[in-house]
């Protein structure tokens, strides 16, 4: 377990490096001055260019900068937005980033349960007509790009009903999330979260619901089941007891796994309905050309992700016993 | 040798088109994307107006096509409000979609089985090294990266007309073939692992064969049906991240005919004005996208079967 836990931890750091490499590299070693960037482009004189450059500590030699770069970002200093004016980059992506795992909680909270739930329906009922509709209607939503099913329903909700007491209602039941403030409480966001969240549980519903039928399926064919069927165990006992703990218990995985893909299909969501979170701050940022705030944000993320895949493995292996720990 | 050296893999490929199209899923899925390939090559024929940018039309005005008596109408999907056949710029935009995510998938399968090959066969320090290098990039999200790489490349200021210019014309293509590398590099390499242990290897590099003649000849052909599963996996994702990244508008540039970038200048208050502006070219990609998902699965279960 120990050897288990070092190399998982090495390799966290070493991925770390890595991609704090790529993504402070990646912006510096590009052609094109970012300091002339953010001057104004070709149009600035060379004073204020220098000015920049020395300001940001670009004439410094490269490994230097990284060193420098990557320190301020592990001591929580990431420097100040230009993109927003005046605002502190750590205030703001902090800002963000809670009301994206606001987000990403509420998706989460509606499609793990519900994903599971036609998951084990559909892997107990293989190839019959509920694991059929099922399997089609995950099937075609898992691969609808996420644009498409948040207009879908925006345009249903918001404008496609038109007026009356139905729209009027929707309405109430469903404001506009871009009318929310970056600043708002849960309490007051949440409304404004519904309609977001369900476009991403729509997609995390396909792919966690696939992968636990296929594990129920799998798990059904095991001999430990056919030996109790034969002991005489009733059918609903030997599901509940015994394919199901088993069956579930790459579930944790999965949803580590879809939190990593919630960070990229939550950029796309936050843009369409114009939610402030840490992905449509992305978007403005790299629009507006603000490289520091855009590593920060890639950074953050990256960091999200790790710390997810780390704890995954963990607690799988520590679920699982059986799990080889070489 | 074999006398008609090319009768075994058209024996082989018959096999695997009738086990795909057997699967009526799959089926209606390669259909539909043998559909909008069409609609990609001979698109500049089949529409009614083929400059996308026409803009001499009445703005605004409603769909004409008639499903029930099969009649499309003057203006079959509408025009925008600027005037433009949306019908026609449908048809047009398939070209720039198969054209970026078809490229993009051709280079990152060449470029990345090559590499996962080598570091399947080479092993050691070299293919430890890299595999770690490939696992840290995955762990950064496809779409993120993208969209970083393409902020940069097309803010920075090249002169018209020079190669950096062009590079940056292409930038989307160029992403989606270096993000995929190391993801097909992976599956390449777990099989180069599983082949080079077997004993025709062995015979060719006691024969004394050098090491691309080995990796070609001998490891490749048995390494192609995974390969061929990767690349339409990777085909259909990037479907998917053309189609987001021009509508989060780092695609195309307006005007062109770019299904992403068509949805996303006709939503909000403009989608109360022409929705079929919007509902037509997202239900291209809606259909696209799900064709392309069926086909994928489909060529995923014959080659599982044709083995």
Redesign the interface.
């Known amino acids: 377990m120990l050897k288990f836990l070092r190399r998982r931890f090495v390799f966290f750091l070493f991925t770390y490096l890595i991609s704090s490499l790529m993504i402070f590299f990646l912006l510096r070693v590009l052609p094109g001055d970012p300091a002339r960037v953010i001057a104004g482009g070709r149009e600035a004189t060379a004073e204020q260019v220098a000015e920049i450059r020395s300001e940001l500590g670009l004439n410094a030699p490269l490994p230097e900068q990284y060193v420098n770069w990557l320190g301020n970002f592990l001591r929580g200093d990431w420097g100040k937005t230009i993109a927003f004016r005046g605002a502190d980059n750590r205030e703001l992506i902090v800002q963000r980033s809670v009301n994206s795992a606001r987000l990403a909680l509420v998706a989460l909270l509606l499609s793990v349960p519900l994903s599971l739930v036609l998951g084990i329906i559909a892997g107990l009922r293989e190839n019959k007509l509920p694991d059929v509709i099922i399997s089609l209607l995950t099937l075609s939503v898992v691969s609808l790009p996420e644009f498409v099913t948040g207009l879908f329903l925006i345009n249903i909700v918001a404008l496609g009903w038109g007026r009356g007491p139905l729209a009027e209602a929707l309405g109430w039941w469903f404001p506009s999330s871009s009318a929310v403030p970056a600043n708002a409480s849960f309490g007051e966001m949440l409304p404004a979260l519904w309609l977001p969240a369900f476009a991403a549980t729509l997609v995390l519903l396909a792919y966690i619901s696939r992968l636990t039928r296929a594990g129920v399926i799998e798990e059904l064919k095991r001999d430990y089941v056919r030996t109790a069927a034969l002991k005489g165990i009733p059918y609903r006992s030997v599901v509940t007891r015994h394919v199901l703990r088993n069956a579930l218990l790459p579930t944790v995985t999965v949803i580590a796994i879809s939190i990593t893909w919630l960070i990229s299909g939550l950029v796309v969501i936050e843009y369409v309905f114009g939610f402030p979170g840490l992905g449509s701050l992305l978007i403005a940022a790299i629009e507006r050309r603000d490289l520091l705030l855009v590593q920060s944000i890639v950074m953050v993320s990256v960091t999200v992700i790790l710390f997810t895949n780390l704890f995954a493995d963990l607690a799988y292996a520590a679920l699982n016993p059986r799990i080889k720990l070489g | 040798m074999n006398p008609t050296p090319f009768s075994r893999q058209i024996v082989a490929l018959r096999r695997f088109a009738s086990i795909l199209l057997r699967h009526p899923q799959s089926a209606l899925g390669t259909a539909l994307v043998f559909f909008f390939l069409f609609l990609a090559v001979f698109g500049a024929q089949l529409a009614p107006y083929p400059n996308p940018n026409d803009q001499s039309h009445a703005p605004r005005l409603s769909p004409t096509i008639d499903i029930g008596a099969l009649q499309l109408g003057e203006h079959p999907f509408g025009t925008d409000r600027l005037g433009r056949d949306v019908y026609s710029r449908v048809i047009l935009g398939a070209s720039s979609i198969f054209r970026i995510a078809g490229l993009g998938t051709v280079i990152s399968v060449l470029v990345g089985s090559a590499v996962g090959l080598y570091m399947g066969y080479r092993g050691g320090w070299f293919d430890e090294l890299l595999g770690?290098?490939i696992?840290?990039?995955l762990?950064?999200?496809?779409?993120?990266l993208a969209?970083?790489?393409v902020?940069?490349?097309r803010?920075?200021?090249f002169e018209i007309g020079s190669w950096?210019a062009e590079l940056a014309d292409n930038v989307v293509l160029l992403v989606i073939a270096v993000l995929y590398v190391p993801v097909v590099a992976r599956v390449a390499r777990s099989s180069a692992l599983d082949i080079k242990t077997r004993e025709f290897v062995e015979a060719a590099e006691i024969r004394g064969e050098p090491t691309y003649y080995i990796i070609y000849r001998e490891i490749l052909p048995s390494v192609i049906p995974a390969l061929v599963v990767e690349a339409s996996l990777r085909f259909?994702y990037a479907i998917?991240l053309v189609?987001?990244l021009g509508?989060?508008?780092?695609g195309a540039r307006p005007p062109s005919p770019d299904w992403?970038l068509m949805?996303n200048e006709n939503?909000g208050g403009f989608?109360?004005l022409t929705?079929w502006a919007?509902d037509f070219p997202?239900l291209a990609?809606?259909i696209l996208?799900?064709a392309?998902?069926?086909m994928s699965?489909g060529i995923r279960r014959a080659v599982q079967k044709g083995n």
């Open positions: 770690r290098v696992d840290a990039l762990a950064i999200p496809a779409l993120l969209l970083v790489l902020g940069i490349i803010n920075l200021d950096q259909s998917f189609a987001s509508f989060l508008g780092f992403g949805v939503r989608y109360q929705p919007l997202a990609i809606a996208v799900i392309v998902n069926l699965d």
